[in-house]
């Protein structure tokens, strides 16, 4: 029994000896820069943080851009990079930016040296758009129509030129104050029609600058029933700069399987454990609301 284990030892030690005078694999190295956006206002309107990349049909992950992925091919070889957004907001929560195409090209891969793929995306050609892209800018002078629904006769949103997203344009103003008896404004969407099928992808781009949290929320009627049914859907933090997010509302709509459907925002002076106002005054913006899907 003893020289059988040591027949069997020295197998071993003659297979991880083998083994140990194999080199190692020299990769490849993909070095993915930010995406070029062919649309409008190019990449400085969108808010592409990440590449999902796959190579020969084989998904290597998700990457911050930019980022250098080293990658174990050679040779002629089809690189894909799907553009990322970090959906609803949530940082963790990066998604395929399902309404962008990928960018889809081919690659001369060699071991030990850097191939940098400039990727370039567009909307999908299927992408139907539910209020014209120029009136979802606020610039034009038929925008997309707002409803004031809160009971404040004297707070009431503005379309104003003053600090819009960019520096040019126009951007609806959301203000409220103590000087007012309610410092609470809500304001509605004109009514739209979306796809309740779970298979058709419903996406929301929103650019905001806000001083206060405030809220987001889908409104949806039917043509049955006289009531509006609600559903809350975000809650945005601070945000002192402009900042723009990618809602994926597919679930909210086909779970509240409505006619049609309404945004809505509400915006309210925060309190303390009082119930004091923590501030006089606040002031939110939104720009360039589009509404996307399949």
Not at 264 to 290: I, S
Request: charge should be negative; aromatic fraction near 12%.
């Amino acid at each position: 029994m003893r020289k059988r284990h040591i027949y069997y030892l020295s197998v071993l030690a003659l297979f991880f000896s083998a083994c140990k005078d194999q080199p190692e694999p020299i990769p490849a190295y993909v070095k993915l820069e930010p995406f070029t956006v062919n649309a409008t206002g190019g990449a400085a309107a969108q808010k592409i943080t990440d590449g999902w990349l796959y190579v020969n049909g084989e998904f290597l992950g998700a990457y911050t851009l930019p980022a250098t992925v080293p990658i174990l091919a050679e040779g002629q070889s089809e690189v894909w990079v799907f553009p990322g957004v970090k959906k609803n907001g949530i940082i963790t929560t990066p998604d395929i930016y399902s309404m962008m195409v990928r960018h889809d090209q081919d690659y001369t891969l060699t071991p030990g040296q850097t191939t940098v793929v400039q990727p370039v995306t567009k909307y999908d050609d299927d992408t139907v758009y539910p209020w014209d892209l120029v009136r979802a800018s606020f610039d034009g002078f038929g925008s997309v129509l707002l409803e004031d629904r809160d009971d404040n006769a004297g707070l009431n949103f503005r379309v104003t030129d003053s600090d819009a997203f960019g520096g040019t344009g126009k951007s609806v103003l959301l203000e409220v104050d103590t000087a007012h008896q309610a410092p609470l404004m809500e304001i509605a969407t004109e009514e739209v029609s979306l796809p309740t099928a779970g298979a058709q992808q419903t996406w929301l781009e929103l650019n905001y600058k806000n001083e206060i949290p405030f809220q987001l929320w889908l409104v949806g009627t039917k043509s049955s029933q006289p009531n509006e049914l609600m559903q809350f859907v975000y809650q945005f933090n601070v945000s002192e700069d402009w900042n723009k997010t990618y809602f994926n509302l597919t679930e909210f709509v086909v779970a509240m399987q409505q006619d049609k459907y309404r945004l809505f925002f509400v915006v309210e002076l925060p309190t303390d454990n009082a119930g004091k106002y923590t501030r006089e005054k606040a002031a939110v913006r939104l720009d360039n609301m589009r509404l996307l899907h399949f």
